[in-house]
């Protein structure tokens, strides 16, 4: 089983940069799939990026490629999300998931294991 829980998450101004940390516990992190997704008010949930557990593939969406990097430190058992040059259109509560497996790391529904969100709010 494992539990995850987000932070990092904030105010900043549109061009301005955060991090998001998702802390895991439980065991054998290092052989999980780590993908972040989002939800903006009155929009359904969005893949945002994810990094796969067996080759570290990395994947993101179209509206965060170049902007955004996905990391993780299997030592800690944490993934990260740097968000760099912010947009109004970032504001959402951004969500970690779990996924066992390696295929289909850019849907939902292969995710077993969810954070509670970190709100990220982006003023113009």
């Known amino acids: 089983q494992v539990q995850l829980v987000e932070s990092g998450g904030g105010l900043v101004q549109a061009g301005g940069s955060l991090r998001l940390a998702c802390a895991a516990s439980g065991r054998y992190f290092s052989r999980y799939t780590m993908g972040w997704f989002r939800r903006a008010p009155g929009k359904e949930r969005e893949f945002v990026s994810a990094r796969t557990w067996s080759d570290d593939s990395t994947y993101y969406a179209d509206s965060v490629k170049g902007r955004f990097t996905i990391s993780r430190d299997n030592a800690k058992s944490t993934v990260y999300l740097q968000m760099n040059s912010l947009k109004p259109e970032d504001t959402a509560v951004y969500y970690c998931?779990?996924?066992?497996?390696?295929?289909?790391?850019?849907?939902?529904?292969?995710?077993?294991?969810w954070g509670q969100g970190t709100q990220v709010t982006v003023s113009s």
């Open positions: 998931a779990a996924s066992p497996g390696n295929d289909y790391a850019t849907q939902a529904m292969t995710y077993s294991h």
